[in-house]
Nanobody, 114 residues
Framework: QVQLVESGGGLVQSGGSLTLSCAAS???????MGWYRQAPGKQRELVAT???????NYKDSVKGRFTISRINAKNTVYLQMSSLKPADTGVYYC?????????WGQGTQVTVSS
């Protein structure tokens, strides 16, 4: 497994922007990487994924507002978020997957005020 550390969360007003970072303890070049979020009282949901060759996938409600990217040389994955809405509030988790083995970070809180 790989250790993941998220950062970049915080409090932002509706319409604002944040960029989350996920730093891995080792190379993630062969991992599919993803960002998930969990709102209070709700299940964790997929926000965006990026595979080892850079193909991306997004939850419908964040398309056009969020961008996932990776810099393998830095063992880091990013989630750029813009036009944030209160519905985007939650704890955001980084995920690394390879061969069916999943690793998770501890999460970073994002709060969007109306």
């Amino acid at each position: 497994q790989v250790q993941l550390v998220e950062s970049g969360g915080g409090l932002v007003q509706s319409g604002g922007s944040l960029t989350l970072s996920c730093a891995a303890s080792r190379s993630i070049s062969r991992n599919a990487m993803g960002w998930y979020r969990q709102a209070p009282g709700k299940q964790r949901e997929l926000v965006a994924t990026i595979n080892s060759i850079g193909r991306t996938n997004y939850k419908d409600s964040v398309k056009g507002r969020f961008t996932i990217s990776r810099i393998n040389a830095k063992n880091t994955v990013y989630l750029q978020m813009s036009s944030l809405k209160p519905a985007d509030t939650g704890v955001y988790y980084c995920n690394a997957e390879s061969g069916g083995v999943n690793s998770w970070g501890q999460g970073t809180q994002v709060t969007v005020s109306s």
